[in-house]
C-alpha cells in the first residue's frame, strides 16, 4: 500500500469534524483569537494550516 500524501489543509467542515465542534463554536473561537489564524484560498474559500491546526490541539491538551 502506497503512503498517501497528507493534506496541507482542513477545510472548515474537518476542523469542524477534527475537533468535534460545530460551524458556530469554530467560528467564536476564531472571533475570539482563540484558535489558528485561517488561510483564504478563495474570495469564498478558507482553510487552516494542517501543522497549525494539530500544534493547536496539543497545546490545548496540556492545558
Not at 8 to 26: D, H, K, M, W
Given at each position: ?35 489558528v489564524p485561517k488561510v483564504s484560498?478563495?474570495a469564498r474559500r478558507v482553510a ?16
Amino acid at each position: 500500500m502506497k503512503n498517501q500524501p497528507q493534506p496541507a489543509f482542513y477545510s472548515v467542515r474537518e476542523v469542524c469534524q477534527v475537533l468535534g465542534i460545530g460551524r458556530t463554536t469554530l467560528h467564536r473561537l476564531i472571533e475570539g483569537g482563540q484558535f489558528v489564524p485561517k488561510v483564504s484560498l478563495s474570495a469564498r474559500r478558507v482553510a487552516f494550516s494542517v501543522p497549525a491546526v494539530q500544534t493547536w490541539i496539543e497545546t490545548r491538551g496540556a492545558a
